[in-house]
């Protein structure tokens, strides 16, 4: 009970609290895409840079958190690759957004503040590793195979130079590449500087938080309710088993880093997954349907992985 009070109810409060914001309507129609803005491109940012630069680079490249973590979220999207055309014959890209959907977890909105709140201050350097494992590893991958679908017949040259100049245009991914720089090159930054961002990245878990209950205030589960339901097995179920399976030879439960791969393995579906289907129209009803179901499924699992794995 100590567990679920201090560390899971203030997450999902939050979220919660931005669920009632958005169906009471208190934001106004563009509430959620000015928040989503802010966090985004500011707080987020900020949030990231200075974990970072407070830090030895050596602290954040866990070679083995890579291999649990990354290993779960691919395998878990290779799996709903394969569900989706067994399901329904899917074409390529169709494919790859089901995998997305049940592997790409809310790492940057709702992993890294979980980790902050259940480990302290140092809990986002796995956070922040898990968020670029994601960014820059399947959410790309996926892109790419989406791309190639779609640009059949069209070279694959133009896939890749649009995938990388999403990906290069990312302020989360510019945010840790120069947080990464300044930890590396050992530069100082100036104490009113790191103030400044200390400020603006404490801003980033709470707002991100609110943002998905937001997000969530007008979603449905739409009509694929049974890819839905598979997308959302493989992501609250499947990736953090495959996770916990592979951890006893990789890393130590009892260390925070694999806990961390755990717990960022069992988060629900991102909105990424959502602006992603949207942009190709493809998959859309189920990538939304997927984030709602994960998020409300994840309050008991991550909830009960919390006070299984003796966090907080």
Same mark, same amino acid.
């Given at each position: 009970?100590?567990?679920?009070?201090?560390?899971?109810?203030?997450?999902?409060?939050?979220?919660?609290?931005?669920?009632?914001?958005?169906?009471?309507?208190?934001?106004?129609?563009?509430?959620?895409?000015?928040?989503?803005?802010?966090?985004?491109?500011?707080?987020?940012?900020?949030?990231?840079?200075?974990?970072?630069?407070?830090?030895?680079?050596?602290?954040?490249?866990?070679?083995?958190?890579?291999?649990?973590?990354?290993?779960?979220?691919?395998?878990?999207?290779?799996?709903?690759?394969?569900?989706?055309?067994?399901?329904?014959?899917?074409?390529?890209?169709?494919?790859?957004?089901?995998?997305?959907?049940?592997?790409?977890?809310?790492?940057?909105?709702?992993?890294?503040?979980?980790?902050?709140? *259940?480990?302290?201050?140092?809990? #986002? !350097? +796995?956070?922040?590793?898990? @968020?670029?494992?994601? %960014?820059?590893?399947?959410? /790309? $991958?996926?892109?790419?195979?989406?791309?190639?679908?779609?640009?059949?017949?069209?070279?694959?040259?133009?896939?890749?130079?649009?995938?990388?100049?999403?990906?290069?245009?990312?302020?989360?991914?510019?945010?840790?590449?120069?947080?990464?720089?300044?930890?590396?090159?050992?530069?100082?930054?100036?104490?009113?500087?790191?103030?400044?961002?200390?400020?603006?990245?404490?801003?980033?878990?709470?707002?991100?938080?609110?943002?998905?209950?937001?997000?969530?205030?007008?979603?449905?589960?739409?009509?694929?309710?049974?890819?839905?339901?598979?997308?959302?097995?493989?992501?609250?179920?499947?990736?953090?088993?495959?996770?916990?399976?592979?951890?006893?030879?990789?890393?130590?439960?009892?260390?925070?880093?694999?806990? *961390?791969?755990?717990?960022?393995? #069992? !988060? +629900?579906?991102?909105?990424? @997954?959502?602006?992603? %289907?949207?942009?190709?129209? /493809? $998959?859309?009803?189920?990538?939304?349907?997927?984030?709602?179901?994960?998020?409300?499924?994840?309050?008991?699992?991550?909830?009960?992985?919390?006070?299984?794995?003796?966090?907080?």
């Amino acid at each position: 009970m100590h567990v679920l009070l201090t560390v899971a109810f203030p997450v999902f409060a939050l979220i919660g609290i931005g669920w009632l914001g958005g169906r009471l309507r208190l934001l106004g129609p563009h509430g959620t895409m000015a928040l989503n803005g802010f966090v985004g491109w500011f707080a987020l940012p900020a949030m990231l840079f200075t974990a970072l630069a407070k830090v030895s680079i050596a602290e954040v490249l866990n070679g083995a958190f890579v291999i649990v973590f990354g290993g779960s979220m691919l395998l878990t999207y290779v799996a709903g690759m394969v569900a989706a055309r067994l399901m329904s014959g899917a074409r390529l890209a169709h494919m790859s957004l089901f995998g997305l959907s049940a592997s790409f977890g809310n790492v940057g909105y709702m992993g890294i503040p979980l980790c902050v709140t *259940a480990f302290g201050p140092e809990g #986002a !350097l +796995p956070g922040t590793l898990a @968020a670029v494992l994601g %960014a820059a590893g399947i959410l /790309t $991958f996926g892109l790419i195979l989406v791309e190639v679908d779609v640009q059949r017949g069209h070279g694959a040259q133009a896939a890749r130079g649009r995938v990388l100049r999403a990906v290069l245009r990312s302020p989360i991914v510019q945010a840790v590449a120069l947080g990464a720089m300044v930890s590396a090159l050992r530069i100082a930054v100036p104490e009113p500087v790191m103030h400044f961002l200390d400020l603006l990245g404490s801003a980033a878990a709470p707002c991100a938080l609110f943002a998905i209950g937001l997000f969530l205030s007008d979603k449905g589960l739409g009509s694929a309710r049974r890819e839905v339901f598979v997308a959302s097995l493989g992501k609250v179920l499947l990736q953090p088993l495959i996770a916990l399976a592979l951890l006893p030879w990789f890393l130590d439960l009892g260390t925070m880093w694999g806990k *961390a791969a755990v717990l960022c393995a #069992a !988060l +629900p579906t991102a909105a990424n @997954a959502f602006v992603v %289907a949207k942009e190709y129209e /493809t $998959f859309v009803e189920g990538a939304s349907g997927t984030i709602l179901l994960s998020t409300v499924a994840s309050v008991a699992t991550v909830s009960a992985l919390l006070v299984l794995l003796s966090i907080g």
